[in-house]
């Protein structure tokens, strides 16, 4: 009965290595979210999703790619994976109903690159 | 840049005293604040929030306090119980940009 639920929670890979993670959220929100953690623990937004259509794209790499095939998903594409993007890395979701801004948050995917 | 800092990385305070963490921003433009609670290897649960037209929100032992002219905001939890122990983030927005700036977090510790 998960809220957002994220796929998979570990994922160790090779450097120059491709690798998707998959995000859903039961809630029926129109938004989505992905956040990148770095060792630092600074929480920093990467892409936002409303209604299937991106909103927003933080000076991320294009190696990074978001699809979000509905509503209830958003997927992470990593290509040409680097040691830099050894992360933690959330999926959020919310929607917004008289100023109510709070995000629900995923459990993470820790991913570790070698 | 960051617009949105907690300078306090950690916080330790007895069981049953107030814990207060706070919060500052930069960004005159954020008018929605939030925040979060974070235990290890879970994602950050919502708190509470509180709107720039207010300058208090309480929640049961949650209160977040708004200071417009400060660009400051504060998170007193009262009585602190030691299930509080987590990291708290603080996250501010411009409303309609959906864009969430969160601070580096402050890890709080309740003794019991």
């Known amino acids: 009965d998960t809220a957002v639920s994220q796929t998979p929670k570990y994922l160790v890979t090779q450097m120059g290595n491709d690798k998707s993670i998959k995000c859903e959220q039961n809630?029926?929100?129109?938004?989505m979210y992905w956040y990148k953690q770095d060792s630092k623990k600074f929480l920093k937004i990467m892409f936002s999703?409303?209604?299937?259509?991106?909103?927003i794209n933080e000076t991320v790499p294009n190696r990074f790619s978001p699809k979000s095939p509905d509503k209830a998903h958003l997927n992470l594409h990593i290509n040409s994976l680097e040691l830099g993007d050894s992360a933690v890395y959330f999926c959020?979701?919310?929607?917004?109903?008289?100023?109510?801004?709070?995000?629900?948050f995923g459990p993470g995917t820790r991913l570790t690159v070698t | 840049d960051q617009q949105v800092k907690q300078n306090s990385p950690s916080l330790s305070v007895q069981e049953g005293r107030i814990s207060i963490l706070n919060c500052d921003y930069t960004n005159s433009m954020f008018d929605y604040f939030l925040w979060y609670k974070k235990y290890p290897a879970e994602g950050p649960t919502f708190l509470i929030s509180i709107s720039s037209i207010k300058d208090k929100n309480e929640d049961g032992r949650f209160t977040v306090f708004l200071n417009k002219s400060a660009k400051h905001l504060s998170l007193h939890i009262v009585p602190s119980q030691p299930g509080d122990s987590a990291v708290y983030f603080c996250?501010?927005?411009?409303?309609?940009?959906?864009?969430?700036?969160f601070g580096t977090g402050t890890r709080l510790k309740v003794l019991a």
């Open positions: 999703y409303n209604n299937k259509e991106l909103i």
């Open positions: 809630l029926g929100h129109d938004t």
């Open positions: 959020a979701s919310s929607q917004v109903l008289d100023a109510s801004y709070e995000q629900y």
């Open positions: 996250a501010a927005e411009t409303s309609g940009t959906y864009k969430y700036i």
